[in-house]
């Protein structure tokens, strides 16, 4: 019906919504955007909090999935590496030049172990382990491909996921991995991802404070046991504090810190604010597309570019309007005094960073209302 | 630290989980699958019913994304054509060889829309509309590319998002499209999508029959006046039997009904059943990342490769175990009599199927338990 040639003349493109230099407001909707003054103050944040307290970070790229962030945390944010939940988002970190990756996660399947295998010949790999079986089939693997991946036992501290129910079955798996070719021991993954948004300090503080006993307690009967636990890593955005203050903690896997979203900043300090030390810096950038009533406005923001499973969005900056309704390709934003108008912008912060940005293809990079610079979401989507 | 010799053995892939002809038991986990007996059942049922009912098929391709399926969907499924929801993705389906797409939403954009009548040189092109100065800014970019593009006036029938609030209002806006250069008036758009997912019979009939009745006030309103209505539009899944029996709609705008979700089948019809012509073809394959409780057992399928906007999923034939907690990349499922153990595979069927497809490069065309096609999900992202 068409003829060819007309249709060769159409460009799809990259789905990139920006260029370089542009002003903000040329930025096509909806798009992830990142304040980068913000993004950079709360890399040093972190850094000099750590620093303080002295221990490391191995930053969770699993909030970002970015080579470019990635590196910037190593550069400039005072991480020794960093973390990966995924076997697909570590190849993509390890070809991005990452030389020091963890899967903060288990690796049970054949395949996948076999491609862990592989990637510990081009960079420094660790991995989770709560099973036994799980020691041999990885020894058999790293072994196959003379590589060496180190192992941390992950314990249950509380979140009710993965991770082994006592310290004598993490003895039990550290000693074994301890025996095998392949592999090294290299300590104790101990998150507690179920306390990160508890909102009442108290309470969070808690959860954490019963983890660390659990920990302390593995670490303890490990030592006994002549193994050397070089790591005992864990905690969040929301909890870190807590951990790096503990004496048994020494690597914390913070991810969020570098944007926030909505949600952790329902989350309470010591004196019932709200964590303050991080501001938001990340954003979708909306437009309006429908203003058929007086009442309230449709921008282009939907489930299709954030995730609402931990609230919706926040229109940021603006007190006049709400976002109160989310739909797949929508968002209908109450607008009482009938002050918005078709194409007019509004930054949202999402409800949750890790799985809205998961959602895009790129993040615009935006200071003094410029865009400075473009960084691919390298592992999005990146799942098994 | 590591030489980039070494770096340059590494292949990171296309992040495709499955080979054509292999077993679904060695497709990736988790990936996105299409039982194909299932999806041509469907696909052929609706053609079927609509067929009897006399009323075209617009497919909705914001559901899958897909050129491969938009193209079934026209060569098999009786479609005329499909809709979208964005410009980018009208612009992959033009560019994948589909000639005849809807825009079933407002574009008001001005590089949108200077986007939208390049398009209009390339194929058919409707689109949207519910605001008089978007009109003139269409008619000023179709004319400038010597394109036309057709026009449907949105009304708000119940879903109280876009849409004009009036039949005045819309035949305003009709009038003003038939008057413009670059524009064809082509009918109204009356979609309910309030309605869709009301589990209850004879609410969900109550709710269309109100949208059906401002529909018929509309296009009697726009006859008297003149304007013929070669389309009205709307309708989806759970709605459709009662629009194509109105005598009203002739053109009927489904998506989900290809695949099904958990969600959709919470939605009964007349006698208390659910909704049965349509089964589930589209699941989440996942696999046991974790097993170190008696009680339960971790899967590797999270917020990142499903949306859980609409509740959560259901593990598809097992009644002996079920998906009870959802984090980023993990799933708890429960199972109280031990039955699972590490490696074994689960079918989830997504709680709502349009963010889930929306977040997969690929699908994975599953008979007779083996991979038979990849489909990449070819607008996944295109959201602006």
Redesign the interface.
């Known amino acids: 019906?068409?003829t060819s040639s007309?249709?060769s003349?159409?460009v799809?493109g990259l789905?990139i919504?920006a260029e370089i230099g542009m002003d903000l407001s040329?930025v096509?909707?909806?798009?992830l955007i990142i304040e980068l003054d913000a993004f950079e103050r709360n890399v040093a944040t972190l850094r000099e909090r750590l620093a303080v307290a002295g221990v490391r970070l191995r930053a969770h790229s699993?909030t970002h999935k970015s080579v470019d962030i990635a590196h910037y945390q190593i550069d400039h944010g005072g991480a020794c590496g960093i973390c990966c939940?995924?076997v697909?988002e570590a190849?993509?970190m390890?070809?991005g030049?990452i030389?020091d990756v963890m899967v903060s996660?288990?690796?049970?399947?054949?395949?996948?172990i076999a491609r862990l295998a592989q990637?510990a010949?081009?960079?420094r790999v660790l991995v989770c382990v709560?099973?036994l079986?799980?020691v041999d089939d990885l020894s058999a693997a790293a072994t196959a491909q003379h590589a060496n991946i180190e192992c941390l036992v992950e314990i249950?501290c509380g979140a009710?996921?993965?991770?082994?129910?006592s310290s004598e079955a993490a003895l039990e798996i550290a000693q074994k991995i301890e025996s095998c070719t392949g592999l090294s021991f290299a300590g104790i993954q101990a998150y507690q991802?179920a306390a990160q948004h508890v909102r009442d300090y108290a309470e969070r503080r808690g959860k954490i404070g019963a983890a660390t006993g659990i920990a302390a307690d593995t670490l303890a009967l490990l030592t006994e046991n002549d193994l050397d636990c070089a790591i005992v890593a864990g905690a969040g955005t929301g909890s870190y504090p807590f951990e790096a203050a503990s004496g048994v903690y020494n690597e914390m896997q913070c991810g969020s810190y570098i944007f926030m979203d909505a949600d952790y900043q329902r989350v309470l300090d010591a004196q019932g604010e709200y964590i303050s030390e991080f501001v938001n810096s990340l954003f979708i950038w909306t437009?309006i597309?429908?203003?058929?009533?007086q009442d309230?406005a449709?921008c282009?923001a939907g489930?299709?570019?954030m995730?609402?499973?931990s609230g919706l969005p926040v229109v940021y900056g603006r007190d006049d309007v709400e976002y109160v309704g989310?739909?797949?390709?929508?968002g209908?934003i109450a607008d009482p005094g009938d002050r918005l108008r078709?194409?007019d912008r509004l930054k949202l912060v999402p409800g949750?960073c890790?799985?809205t940005c998961?959602?895009?293809?790129w993040y615009v990079g935006i200071r003094n209302d410029k865009v400075e610079c473009l960084w691919p979401v390298s592992a999005?989507?990146?799942?098994?």
Chains 1, 2 share one sequence.
């Open positions: 019906m068409r007309k249709q003349e159409l799809v789905n919504p040329e096509a909707t909806p798009a699993k939940q995924k697909a190849e993509v390890v070809a030049g030389a996660n288990q690796v049970v399947d054949p395949n996948k990637l010949k081009h960079a709560d099973d079986q799980n249950d009710g996921r993965c991770g082994v129910q991802g437009s597309m429908s203003k058929a009533r309230d449709i282009d489930l299709k570019v995730s609402i499973d989310c739909s797949d390709e929508h209908v078709l194409n949750h890790d799985p998961n959602l895009h293809d999005r989507g990146m799942a098994f």
